[in-house]
Nanobody
Framework: QVQLVESGGGLVQAGGSLRLSCAASGRSFSGHAMGWFRQAPGKDREFVTAISWSGGTTYYADSVKGRFTVSRDNAKNTVYLQMNSLKPEDTAVYYC?????????????????WGQGTQVTVSS
């Protein structure tokens, strides 16, 4: 059974930082790009960032560029999202997902496996 499990969410004040982790089990995602999405209350889920298998290629939504950093440790089958300078508008449930391929995509339907999400709340 394939599982993606996110952790590291929580409550933080504006300007603070959090580091999310996404651990994969049940199979290796060798050769697959990984992505992070988020869904705020009452809004559609939106793309945040993605990283290629090698880690050499990353892509960020404009709203998080310069504040968030995605990375991965393939030996640990884990992807990370370092979030700095957090804003109240970053409040959302954050999901990690494994793409069908190593091509970085920004649409949900290009991702085959999803985690259950972790809540991030940024207070003003």
């Amino acid at each position: 059974q394939v599982q993606l499990v996110e952790s590291g969410g929580g409550l933080v004040q504006a300007g603070g930082s959090l580091r999310l982790s996404c651990a994969a089990s049940g199979r290796s995602f060798s050769g697959h790009a990984m992505g992070w999405f988020r869904q705020a209350p009452g809004k559609d889920r939106e793309f945040v960032t993605a990283i290629s298998w090698s880690g050499g290629t990353t892509y960020y939504a404009d709203s998080v560029k310069g504040r968030f950093t995605v990375s991965r440790d393939n030996a640990k089958n884990t992807v990370y999202l370092q979030m700095n300078s957090l804003k109240p508008e970053d409040t959302a449930v954050y999901y990690c997902a494994a793409s069908f391929s190593d091509i970085i995509r920004i649409r949900e339907y290009d991702y085959a496996y999803w985690g259950q999400g972790t809540q991030v709340t940024v207070s003003s």
